[in-house]
Each structure stands twice: as C-alpha cells, then as structure tokens.
C-alpha cells in the first residue's frame, strides 16, 4: 500500500468537487415547498446551524421556490426543484435549479421600489421576492443551462 | 387556520395560532380574518406571537388584510418572533403598521389614549 494511501479524497479525485451537505428534490407546489423547508430546517440543525441562521435561510429559500412554483412552471404543469446545500468555512452555499421558463430577459429581477406612504389602498401585496433573496444573500448569481435554471448564493447571516 | 378572536374595550384581539403564515396558509389566513372581523367596527391588533415563520406571501395577505378593513379600522401587529420581525423590517412595511410587544400593550395604550 503506498504511502498516502488514506488521504485520498473519500469522494472521487480532487477535480471531482465533493457531494454536497443537503440535496433536495421536491415537486414544485406550495405544500412541497413546505415540506422541503421544514426538512432543510431539520438538516441544518444536525449540521449545528444556529436557530436564527436557520430562519434566515429558511426566509430565502421560501421566496426561491416559491417564485419557482409562481413563475417558472405554467399551472397545471408539473415539474420539480432541486436545493443543494454545503456548509463551507465562509457559511452556507446554495444552489437551486428547475426547468422552468427563463427568469424575464434572463437576469435576477431587481428589489422592487414600493411606495410604502401611498393611500392604504396602494400598498403592495407582493412582489416582496426578490428584495429579500437580494438583502439576505450574497454572491448571488443567475444562469440559464439550456433547459435548466441555476440560482447560485451564500447565505449572508452576517450582512442583515 | 385557526384564528381567535377576542374583544377588549375598543379592540378587536386576533390571536394566530399556527406556526407558519406561508403561501400554503396565506389565502385560509386573508379568509379566516376577513370573517372574524364582519360585524365589528373596533381597530383589529394581530398577535403573531405563536408565528414563527412568514412569507412574502403571508406578509401580502397581512397587508390585504388591513385594506380590507379599510381606514377607519386600523390593522395593528403584536408578539413580533425574530424572523417574523425581520420581514418586516427588510421589505420596510414595519414602517406601514403600528407594532406593539403583546397584546396587552396595545390595550393599555389604548386605555391611555381613550381615558
């Protein structure tokens, strides 16, 4: 046995990045999503994440998936989201991706302005999304692979 | 969802008690509030104490809420849990409610004001 034998990576060779800590594969409905959320909340606590971080993350991930259940897939159509999840050193990387429709002219929407002194009946009801993903992320980073979406991001605990 | 619903002078005290107002929950929400408020004319405070997660879909059925009622009858939010305090805070709508600590803050001031 030659020396070093041991350190060789369990997972494949140094080109091949390692599994990551959560993967989750979810029909794209609201009631899955749901169900996606609590068991990420389950996994990220045995990966001793805090109680608050996990409320963070679970905030963002809502807003991703829902958005994908809301806009990606055409109603009526059925399609699925995948959520990978690593722990590194500089916190949580995601990755979130579905074969829905482009995002509209391909980038992340921006934060919507609201004007939050408007007359009671012009206050906003939505489109809330994307101005969350954007404050509580970081290195956010949208791209369309052929039929496939892929959101990339770090939780940004630290930043909020 | 189950809402309940309490009246204390001037006040009209919904109490959720349910863990998450989510896109599942948001339409059962805007329905149950919607009912318990008819027949009423008091300022309605919500308490969320029981409330640990929120959406920006429940954040919007909250806002409905509250148009729904209308101007006469303002919507307040009490019991704030750390992320649902945190939605408020980033998409700025803390700005269009007023917020008290529980319940019974909200009815003493209100005892204040009315004295």
Redesign the interface.
């Given at each position: 046995m030659p020396d070093g034998y041991f350190l060789t990576p369990m997972h494949g060779t140094p080109n091949t990045p390692a599994p990551p800590d959560i993967h989750l594969v979810f029909p794209a409905t609201?009631?899955s999503?749901?169900r996606a959320l609590l068991s990420l909340r389950a996994s990220l606590k045995a990966l001793a994440i805090n109680e608050?971080a996990i409320?963070?993350v679970?905030?963002i991930l809502?807003?991703v998936a829902?958005n994908i259940?809301?806009h990606a897939y055409p109603l009526n159509e059925s399609g699925t989201v995948t959520l990978s999840c690593s722990k590194a050193e500089q916190g949580l990387r995601f990755e979130v991706s579905d074969r829905g429709k482009i995002l509209p002219g391909g980038v992340i929407p921006p934060t919507k302005d609201?004007d939050?002194d408007a007359e009671?009946?012009h206050?906003?009801?939505?489109g809330?999304?994307w101005?969350?993903i954007r404050?509580?992320t970081s290195m956010l980073m949208y791209k369309r692979d052929e039929d496939r979406n892929i959101l990339r991001f770090r939780d940004a605990f630290a930043k909020? | 969802m189950n809402i309940t619903s309490e009246t204390t002078g001037d006040l009209q005290i919904l109490t959720v008690h349910a863990p998450?107002i989510?896109?599942?929950a948001a339409i059962q929400f805007k329905d149950t509030v919607r009912e318990l408020t008819a027949d009423q004319e008091t300022a309605v405070v919500l308490d969320l104490n029981q409330v640990?997660?929120i959406?920006?879909?429940g954040?919007?059925?909250i806002?409905?809420s509250?148009?729904h009622l209308?101007?006469d009858r303002p919507l307040h939010l009490a019991g704030l849990t750390?992320?649902v305090a945190?939605?408020f805070a980033?998409?700025?709508?803390e700005?269009?409610f007023r917020i008290f600590s529980s319940p019974m803050e909200a009815v003493q001031i209100d005892q204040v004001k009315s004295a």
């Open positions: 609201e009631m999503v749901r608050l409320g963070f679970e905030i809502a807003e829902n259940v809301e609201h939050l009671i009946n206050l906003p009801e939505g809330f999304g101005g969350l404050d509580m909020v | 998450r989510d896109a599942v640990d997660f959406d920006s879909s954040l919007g059925a806002v409905a509250m148009k209308g101007k750390p992320i945190k939605v980033l998409t700025r709508m700005r269009v």
